[in-house]
């Protein structure tokens, strides 16, 4: 679930059940854990909007470095190669990127972001982003709402799609040495 910049996992019953405390996403994002009696009941009684397909949630970690190419290799697209060569490419309908501005999207970013996705750079899934109304300077800081969202709403996601980074328990660079030679081919 998401609502105006944060993520949320509805967990019925209260703080004694499994998932009791919030956990880290990636080194920005917090998934909060929000304890109701009834998911649905909760859902019919609040302003919802259905995100169908899979979701690819990006999360570029180092924010304050937007065109650090080494991050975005190393820290983001080859893991995430590695991960959907394992798991057989499951069709991204739409990807997410948190903290990173448009203009930091620079075209080696978008093609290395296809190789990654395995498909052309002219089928890349759309990309929504964060919101900020400064266009100078770093990337947005945690907690800001996704463009082109309600802030009255709550978005819930059919399937997310997040591949871990270093801080989060992930892996830097590719998982096995028959991804590196599967992405240079």
């Given at each position: 679930?998401?609502?105006?910049?944060?993520?949320?996992?509805?967990v019925?019953?209260?703080?004694?059940?499994?998932?009791?405390?919030?956990?880290?996403?990636?080194?920005?994002?917090?998934?909060?854990?929000?304890?109701?009696?009834?998911?649905?009941?909760?859902?019919?009684?609040?302003?919802?909007?259905?995100?169908?397909?899979?979701t690819?949630?990006?999360?570029?970690?180092?924010?304050?470095?937007?065109?650090?190419?080494?991050?975005?290799g190393?820290?983001?697209?080859?893991?995430?190669?590695?991960?959907?060569?394992?798991?057989?490419?499951?069709?991204?309908?739409?990807?997410?990127?948190?903290?990173?501005?448009?203009?930091?999207?620079?075209?080696?970013?978008?093609?290395?972001?296809?190789?990654?996705?395995?498909?052309?750079m002219?089928?890349?899934?759309?990309?929504?982003?964060?919101?900020?109304?400064?266009?100078?300077?770093?990337?947005?800081?945690p907690?800001?709402?996704?463009?082109?969202?309600?802030?009255?709403?709550?978005?819930?996601?059919?399937?997310?799609?997040?591949?871990?980074?270093?801080f989060?328990?992930?892996?830097?660079?590719?998982?096995r040495?028959?991804?590196?030679i599967?992405?240079?081919?």
């Amino acid at each position: 679930w998401h609502n105006t910049g944060g993520w949320y996992a509805l967990v019925e019953g209260g703080p004694d059940k499994a998932i009791q405390a919030d956990w880290k996403m990636s080194r920005n994002t917090r998934i909060q854990a929000m304890h109701v009696t009834s998911a649905n009941a909760w859902a019919a009684n609040t302003d919802v909007a259905y995100v169908p397909g899979t979701t690819l949630f990006l999360d570029y970690s180092y924010w304050r470095h937007p065109g650090a190419i080494g991050h975005w290799g190393g820290d983001v697209l080859y893991p995430l190669f590695s991960v959907l060569r394992q798991f057989g490419r499951p069709t991204i309908d739409r990807i997410v990127i948190l903290h990173i501005k448009h203009r930091h999207l620079i075209p080696w970013v978008r093609y290395t972001m296809a190789v990654a996705l395995g498909v052309e750079m002219d089928a890349l899934p759309p990309v929504t982003l964060m919101r900020t109304d400064k266009p100078d300077g770093i990337g947005p800081g945690p907690h800001t709402p996704l463009f082109g969202l309600d802030d009255n709403r709550w978005y819930v996601f059919e399937r997310g799609l997040h591949v871990h980074d270093t801080f989060s328990g992930g892996k830097r660079g590719f998982a096995r040495a028959a991804d590196h030679i599967a992405w240079r081919e």
